[in-house]
């Protein structure tokens, strides 16, 4: 079965420093792979997708993440935080081969101190 | 252009009582999804429909839940007799073609839904 674990529920950073949301993924077949974010009271957006193209994959507002297949890591990475960057974020790996369906971690947290 | 609505954005309702959230998707995507996040967790797979049909239920947790979507559109989901363990915001989502066809799910506010 396909499965995300964010390894942590909190991350608290400084405003300018690097940011390190770590996921691992189990599949039994390539998986495609997503990050999410949702802030306070608003709807759940997509950051950035792999599906088995490049392996360093760059989303929305600097973020990207590296696909390590020998490691089953999918980390979320951003070199210099931004305030506007406190949300929760989601590891997200697609169902089994044949459904849409979408399975999500359990979520990281991410502060951000000025 | 408009992104998926859902309403109500809040419902209290009494245990034991019937309700239906309803969900509009972006305009001209064929499939729709409806997920549960409970506080503190992430979002957890409800059912898909491709079109009017539903075409992975898996993930609803027993009888009381139905879902339709009619004309291919709007999507109702339906709750009976509700238990206080049906609190959660329930999300729903949208796609041009699907997830497997490399098409991005795009998600609504949610319905935060309280069972008294």
């Known amino acids: 079965a396909q499965s995300v674990t964010q390894l942590d529920s909190h991350v608290s950073v400084s405003e300018g420093t690097p940011v390190l949301l770590r996921c691992n993924y189990s599949?039994?077949?390539?998986?495609?792979l997503f990050w999410y974010v949702q802030h306070p009271n608003k709807g759940l957006q997509l950051l950035l997708k792999y599906t088995s193209a490049a392996t360093l994959v760059k989303g929305i507002n600097g973020f990207e993440a590296e696909f390590k297949k020998s490691e089953t890591s999918f980390h979320l990475t951003k070199p210099s935080a931004h305030m506007s960057d406190a949300a929760e974020y989601f590891c997200?790996?697609?169902?089994?081969?044949?459904?849409?369906?979408?399975?999500f971690g359990t979520g990281t947290r991410l502060q951000v101190f000025p | 252009g408009a992104g998926v609505s859902q309403t109500p954005s809040n419902k209290v309702t009494e245990k034991g009582k019937y309700v239906e959230l309803r969900c509009d998707p972006i305009s001209g995507h064929t499939a729709l999804y409806w997920y549960r996040q409970s506080l503190g967790q992430g979002p957890e797979f409800l059912i898909y429909?491709?079109?009017?049909?539903?075409?992975?239920d898996s993930g609803l947790p027993n009888d009381r839940f139905f879902a339709v979507r009619p004309e291919g559109s709007v999507s109702t989901l339906k709750i009976q007799r509700t238990e206080r363990g049906d609190s959660a915001v329930y999300l729903c989502?949208?796609?041009?073609?699907?997830?497997?066809?490399?098409?991005?799910?795009?998600f609504g506010p949610g319905t935060r839904l309280t069972v008294l």
């Open positions: 997200v790996v697609v169902g089994l081969f044949n459904t849409d369906k979408l399975i």
């Open positions: 429909f491709q079109g009017t049909g539903a075409a992975d």
């Open positions: 599949s039994s077949y390539s998986p495609s």
């Open positions: 989502a949208s796609s041009q073609l699907g997830t497997l066809a490399g098409d991005t799910q795009y």
